[in-house]
Structure formats: C-alpha cells, structure tokens
C-alpha cells in the first residue's frame, strides 16, 4: 500500500527538489502540500508550491498556512534561496487555485479522520503549521505514523552557529512539535550536509533530458555552496526528509531526547540533544548518518519519471 504523506514546506530551492522527489515516486500517496513562511513569505512559497506540482504534471492540493511564526518576528532566508524562492528556475505561472481551505485546518482533519498510524508528516519549512495544528487537536500527535522533520542540528547551526534555519525561524513552533508525544523523526544538518550536489551529481541530473531535471539542474546551479564544512556543493537538506520515508534503510540514528532553546540569547533555536548520555526518556529519533552516492542515484532516477 502506498504511504500517505502531507509535505508542509516553503519552498526554497531544496524543498523543490524534495516535493518533486515526493511527487515522483510511486510509493507515496502525497495527499497535500501545505506551505508556511520561512525561506521566503508565505504568497511566495505557495506560489512557487503550486508551480512544482504543475511542472511534475499532477493535480495535488495545496494549501496555505502560517504567513509569520508564532512568537517571533519573521525572519528569511532570501539571501540563499533569493528573491523568487527558487534561485536558478524558470517555472511557469501555475494555473490551478491554491486550496480553498487552510493548511492548518487540513493538517489537523485529515489526522483526525484517519486511521492511527495512517498518514505520515513530512515538515521541510519552519514548524509553525503543524504547532498550530497540534494545539488545536492535541491528540493527532498519537495518529501521525511520523512526524519526520528536516530542522535542527547535533552539532553546529547554519542561521547562528547554535541553530538551524527551521527550528530558528519559528523556535516555539518546534518545541511545541517535539513535545507533543508524536513520533518525530530528526533529519539534522549533521546529516544533511553528507547530501551534497556535487558537479558530478548536478551533471548527471541534467543529463535526464527532461524539463523536471532541466529545472532541477539549473536550481542547484545557482545553489549556494556551503563552505563551512569543505563542501564540494550545496547541502540538499529537504530532500532528505522525503528520502527518509521512501529508504529509510540508507540512514542511521538513534533515540533522544530533544529540547528546544526558546529563550536563550546566544542559543536561540538550538536543538539540545542528549546525543552521549541519555539522561531523560527520548522525543525523536535523530539521523546522522546517510548513504549519499546512494541517494543521489535514486533521486536522479526519480526525477527522470517526470516530465
Ligand atoms: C533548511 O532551511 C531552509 O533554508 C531549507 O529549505 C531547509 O529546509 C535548512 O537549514
Ligand atoms: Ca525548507
């Protein structure tokens, strides 16, 4: 039987490629796509959402949410994924209407009207969407099948050197998911930074001929490459997530506790995980490590089933 996920994401030029990997592959029933602020502001993110699923050739849903974190000012990431969202693209205008009901809403009713264990989470954007939805009806946290969330880090941040890009932009959102009593799976930055687009790998993905791997290419190309860890190419974070769900066997982990950092002035958006000692009964399941040369070959030969 298919697996049933919702992507709540804000696409970004990662969350491109991870919803057109999702939307690719035969396993997944994506049943909607909702979108929240976070790379860029919310209009845009749906936007460019709903561009993605027209490029791939499909009919999903998709749905807007949160336009601004709970707490926080909003923040963006601009700079890397720039002014469109998706650096390096040429998408046409989508000409399918955003859903008419809100992400939040979606979330929330589709956990409730299914089965236990039915419909799994896939979050690549700021947690705000689903925090929303798990106040709103606490217990959706024991339906999910996971919670599987690209966000956070063992080690070093990339937006402050103690904190990630999703968890920073919506800290209260992330503790309120990590406390809920769902089964959260973690895909950190320690894991995803072993996912590189690499030029070989880009190469190959162009060489597919078609219009998702044209658009694909072009995206990573203007991807920025991150430096800090000796990088040879730009850290692929969101498809990460979605890989998780399909090959769960190319990544390792373990069961921790994870705390949020919500108020700390240098530590804000910090995952604190008890990686070494487990002191306290663990929240999630944290991945840190993958079979990258692996990935990137199933991936490019799932973005060559589109079109
Ligand atoms: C995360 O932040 C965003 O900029 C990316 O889309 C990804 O979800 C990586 O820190
Ligand atoms: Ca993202």
């Keep these: 039987m298919n697996r049933k996920i919702i992507i709540d994401c804000d696409p970004g030029q990662d969350d491109a490629v ?10 997944l029933d994506t049943l909607a796509i909702t979108t929240v602020a976070g790379n860029i502001g919310l209009d845009r993110t749906t936007l460019n959402a709903r561009a993605l699923v027209e490029l791939a050739g499909m009919t999903t849903p998709v749905h807007a949410g949160c336009p601004r974190p709970l707490v926080r000012p909003p923040i963006d ?11 390096g693209a040429t998408l046409k205008p989508p ?13 929330r009713d589709t956990l409730r009207s299914s ?30 099948r996971e919670i599987v969330l690209m966000g956070g880090a063992i080690g070093l941040g990339n937006t402050t050197p103690a904190a990630e890009f999703n968890i920073y932009a919506d800290p209260h959102a992330a503790s309120v998911v990590f406390n809920a009593g769902a089964p959260v799976v973690m895909v950190p930055l320690d894991l995803t930074h072993q996912v590189l687009a690499t030029a070989r790998r880009v190469a190959a ?14 995206i ?5 490459k991150d430096t800090h860890f000796g ?26 506790r994870v705390d949020i950092e919500t108020e700390g002035e240098h530590a804000l958006g910090r995952t604190v995980v008890e990686w070494r000692r487990q002191k306290r009964p663990a929240n999630a399941r944290v991945l840190d490590t993958v079979d990258a040369e692996t990935l990137f070959r199933r991936l490019t030969e799932r973005l060559g089933r589109l079109p």
């Design 231 to 256: 990088a040879t190419g730009g850290p692929l974070h969101d498809p990460c997530a979605v890989a998780y769900v399909l090959w769960p066997e190319l990544m390792r982990g373990k069961e921790c």
């Design 18 to 27: 991870a919803i057109l990997l999702a939307l690719a592959s035969p396993e």
């Design 77 to 87: 990431a601009a700079h890397i994924h720039g002014a469109s969202g998706i650096n």
């Design 115 to 144: 089965a236990p264990g039915e419909v799994t989470l896939v979050a690549i954007g700021p947690l705000t969407n689903l925090a929303c939805a798990l106040v709103q009806a606490p217990e959706i946290a024991q339906r999910a």
């Design 205 to 218: 993905i162009r060489a597919l001929g078609n219009e998702v791997g044209r658009q694909v290419a072009a």
């Design 95 to 107: 000409t399918r209407p955003v859903a008419s009901s809100y992400a939040v809403d979606l979330i």
């Design 220 to 224: 990573l190309d203007a991807y920025p």
